[in-house]
């Protein structure tokens, strides 16, 4: 069993039994966030887009692991300039790792970097799968007709899925995100962190589990599940 553990936010932690893959790690500054960043190791960490509240600590706590940070190209170029080792990919590309194997799916949001003026990356979700278990991390995206495509052509255990509103998809946008992915599984992400992304996941646990076969697990930030 691998265990997946929610820091608030978009920010999770995989631990497969054998690797610790960090997701979109915004650690400091994160009103939900229970740890600190000098807490978390890992090995690698998947990085969907450049905006603060995603890419968060990924520099220090990439530099303090050696930890190889995935991102896509434009953005893997910028974490070059700041030492940190990456692998750039690009949406639709799959590579096998030691720690997994990572696929990028499209995610239609802005690609501004934090704190770095006039440069734009390409924003992206990731597909990854270890041990035969496939997890999405869609990033900060809209409800796209892409995810029917890859509710077609991949079997999705575990689906985080953004349900704030304003910035993402909200819950009735990841409803019909779900009906398309059908996954076994679905974990809210990207809402109460801030008044302006409030909403009800227990709501939303309701409507998906009533409306279709996937169960949902509201995880509390730093707690842990095992998928
Ligand atoms: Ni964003
Ligand atoms: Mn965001």
Known sequence: MA?????G???????TGKHRVLIDPFISGNPQAKVSA??????????????GDHIGDTIPIA???GAL??????????????DVKNHPMHIGGYREFDFGAVKLIPAF????VEGVEGVCCTPCGFLFTFDGKTLMHPGDT???IEFDLIGRMH????ALLPIGDNFTMGPEDALEAVRMLKPKLVVPMHFNTWELIAQDPEAFKKSVESGTTSKVAVVQPGESIEI
């Open 155 to 158: 079997e999705i255990d575990v």
């Open 142 to 144: 809209s409800l796209t």
């Open 9 to 15: 936010h978009a920010a999770f932690m995989v631990d």
């Open 63 to 65: 530099r303090r692991c």
């Open 38 to 51: 000098d807490e978390l190791s890992c090995d690698a960490i998947l990085l969907t887009h450049g905006h």
């Open 3 to 7: 265990r997946l553990t929610y820091y």
């Open 109 to 112: 949001h802005g690609g501004a």
């Open 69 to 82: 940070v995935v991102a896509t190209y434009e953005l893997a170029g910028y974490l070059d300039t700041q």
